[in-house]
């Protein structure tokens, strides 16, 4: 357990497994960790960022070669371990861009992802990747309506590519695409032949975004007894359980998660990169803050949202507008006492600020007292009570600007002790 969140009351202790003694199973507190699984790897997941490529796939998305080296040069400044391109048989000009970023000699492993096909990988090889990414849909609605090939096929194929890519020397993942919605005994099964032809990782990826955590996790770990290689997971966010199914993946012995920078991608997009080191670093702080440099996430949210003509949404993990304000007179007085009181994550990990509201009818004394402070105006707790009953009686009128109630904080200071306070 993480010594940063030792429970409040004592855990009685547990005989056998599953939390159960004598019979009875122990309730869990909710913020107990769970590193006990030896096959979790909440605490040593590698990140395939994929802003440019499942991100090209974002409707606003159109990058020029300029900005994809300035996207992939701070991603791997930042610290993801690979960063995905599109298919070089896109088109020329990805073609081209590929290669150029193959060039640049980045920390991360530059990947790119193409069909499973010997034509595809072919040209994915000449463009000087450190690997390949193929995939093939696998669902039977894929398989009727897409590309219209059998499983045995599928898996001829995919052994035969698997193969080639490896014997280039070239990292290989295979990946099926609507993983949920595929028949589970053939899919296994793919993912085994794969793994004996020597592929460094397979993929497991919800494509239309239907799963939930608790599917994931059986999925995964079923998978986890199959294959020796390396698992890696790609949910899309329709239903918004994209982090959840990142995270449930990894807790089933998932090795890599896709991401992209504010989660673009088809649709909606895939599990975020910063909300899916929101959820890591509560769990796994050393690992996250070793592997990233999270004060920079904001200058690259910030150049993908101008890149892609976004706003970076007001309740954004992190890099949110209110991601860190907090309001309520009872939130603000115990957040300035100690503010883990409300924070299970700390702005200063990734270079923001925490706001703390004075100027609403929910605003407490002890926010109107600490911003008397900023202002240099030294009040007595009295007075501060005081002064919230007029700010807050004002707010139920009209909403106040932070001007406003600085105005009304001067003016009773100066009402109430102007001989005491200092020059402004
Ligand atoms: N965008 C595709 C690619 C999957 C590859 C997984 N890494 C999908 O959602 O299925
Ligand atoms: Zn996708």
């Known amino acids: 357990m993480c010594s940063d969140h030792a429970p409040a009351v004592e855990i009685p202790a547990v005989n056998g497994t599953n939390g159960v003694t004598n019979g009875r199973r122990q309730p869990k507190l909710p913020y107990q960790q769970h590193h006990s699984d030896e096959r979790s790897n909440t605490g040593r997941f590698q990140i395939i960022e994929s802003t440019l490529r499942e991100g090209e796939q974002f409707a606003n998305a159109f990058y020029d070669t300029e900005t994809k ?88 194929t995919a052994i035969e590519v698997v193969k080639w890519i ?28 794969v793994d004996k032809a020597g592929c460094d990782r397979v993929g497991v990826a919800d494509t239309v975004g239907v799963a939930t955590p608790r599917q994931v996790y059986k999925l995964v770990r079923t998978l986890r007894d199959v294959v020796s290689c390396d698992i890696e997971t790609h949910f899309h966010n329709d239903t918004m359980c994209a982090v959840a199914n990142a ?31 929101a959820r890591m670093i509560v769990e796994s702080p050393d690992y996250v803050k070793s592997r990233y440099k999270l004060a920079k996430l904001k200058e690259i949210e910030d150049l993908v949202a101008d890149v892609v003509q976004v706003n970076v949404p007001f309740n954004n993990p992190i890099t949110g507008y209110s991601a860190f304000s907090h309001k309520a007179g009872i939130h603000s007085k115990a957040i300035l006492a100690k503010p883990e009181t409300y924070e299970i994550l700390n702005p200063s990990d990734w270079g923001v600020k925490r706001w703390i509201h004075f100027s609403s009818r929910l605003t407490g004394w002890n926010a109107i007292k600490s911003r008397a402070g900023q202002l240099g105006l030294i009040i007595t707790d009295e007075q501060a009570k005081l002064l919230t009953q007029k700010i807050k009686a004002m707010a139920d009128v009209r909403p106040l600007a932070i001007d406003d109630t600085d105005s009304i904080i001067r003016s009773f200071c100066l009402e109430h002790q102007p001989e005491d306070q200092p020059d402004q």
């Open 247 to 277: 995270h449930a993946a990894l807790e089933a012995g998932a090795t890599h998660v896709d991401t992209s920078v504010l989660g673009i991608g088809e649709r909606n997009g895939i599990t975020p990169l910063g909300g899916l080191l």
């Open 69 to 156: 080296i300035k996207i992939a040069t701070a991603l791997s400044d930042f610290g993801v371990e690979y960063i995905e391109l599109t298919s070089p048989v896109a088109s020329p000009q990805s073609r081209a861009d590929c290669e150029a970023i193959c060039k640049l000699g980045l920390k991360a492993k530059i990947l790119t992802h193409v069909r499973c096909t010997m034509e595809d990988a072919k040209v994915a090889v000449a463009t000087g990747v450190d690997g390949v990414d193929v995939v093939i849909g696998t669902s039977q609605i894929l398989r009727d309506h897409s590309h219209h090939k059998s499983m045995a096929e599928i898996t001829e």
């Open 166 to 193: 490896k014997s280039q020397g070239v990292e290989v993942r295979f990946s099926s695409e609507d993983s949920f919605r595929s028949n589970i005994v053939d899919l296994l099964s793919l993912y085994q032949a």
